[in-house]
């Protein structure tokens, strides 16, 4: 009995590792969340598998990710043009993701990422598909 119930333990995301939040421009929006919110910026890197440059924020154990779109295929470009700018997703912090993203798939979970690719800040990343997930934008994040 105590067995299963460490071992379901280990599959239940740990935190809300960040919330991405999709901007036109991160020069432009950072005075809002530097000056007016007061949070920290922790740094600003490129992430070439998404097309996008990203600034992270920490607010307490989590993190928001600002995401300005480096070219018009970017997917946030693509999610800015439809929607516009505002939350895009929410990053669940997984062990195992690869593990993680086989049970779902076995489950019947489309996802957008079957593999994990390289995300920001070393993390290896992967997204569900928001159909599956009512509506949602879910990202799987492991640091390693
Ligand atoms: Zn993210």
């Given at each position: 009995m105590l067995e299963t119930v460490v071992v379901e333990q280990v599959k239940?995301?740990?935190?809300?590792d960040h919330i991405g939040i999709a901007v036109n421009s991160i020069d432009e929006a950072l005075p809002f969340y530097v000056?007016?919110?007061q949070l920290k910026l922790l740094g600003i890197e490129e992430v070439s598998t998404q097309k996008v440059r990203v600034a992270f924020l920490k607010i307490g154990e989590a993190k928001l990710e600002l995401l300005e779109p480096l070219?018009?295929?970017s997917p946030i470009a693509q999610f800015i043009n439809k929607r516009g700018a505002g939350i895009h997703h929410v990053a669940l912090a997984v062990d195992d993701i690869e593990d993680r993203l086989n049970e779902l798939k076995q489950n019947g979970v489309r996802l957008i990422n079957e593999k994990p690719v390289p995300g920001a800040a070393n993390a290896q990343v992967a997204f569900l598909h928001p159909k599956s997930a009512l509506g949602v934008l879910y990202e799987f994040c492991e640091k390693k």
């Open positions: 239940v995301p740990k935190k809300i000056d007016q919110l070219s018009e295929e």
